[in-house]
């Protein structure tokens, strides 16, 4: 990825990559990582005032920590689901969610991105 194009993702699709960040939180461009960012409440970041030292924070070393965070198993639990088809939805709504989301014959142009997928909550 250059610093010109720095979009990873299809809209139309899950996250499958993320850029890693700093101590600082900023994006590292150069560093790029599998599967969606894991959700992490905000938490202040330790200054660190040596210098040449590896980072004191890195946003993906606490991962195994905030996977049972709600959010990060709603996302799991919701994936799994669309995975397996909507399962225990009733017919019309399986319909619907089969239409709007797995229908191949849909012009991709009038797809919903998967970020209105998520607030829809499917």
């Not at 899950?14 to 969606?36: A, F, Q, V």
């Not at 590896?54 to 991962?63: I, S």
């Not at 905030?66 to 669309?82: D, F, Q, S």
């Amino acid at each position: 990825m250059n610093a010109d194009n720095p979009i990873l993702n299809n809209p139309y699709e899950e996250p499958k990559l993320h850029y890693d960040t700093d101590s600082e939180g900023s994006l590292d461009y150069n560093n790029i990582c599998k599967g969606r960012r894991i959700f992490k409440v905000d938490s202040a970041v330790i200054p660190s005032r040596q210098t040449g030292q590896k980072e004191v924070f890195e946003w993906n070393d606490d991962a195994e920590e905030y996977k049972t965070h709600i959010i990060n198993l709603c996302r799991k639990e919701v994936g799994l689901w669309r995975i397996a088809n909507y399962p225990n939805a009733t017919r019309v709504t399986k319909e619907l969610l089969m239409f709007w989301f797995n229908n191949t014959e849909r012009i991709v142009t009038k797809k919903l991105f998967f970020r209105l997928l998520i607030k829809l909550g499917l």
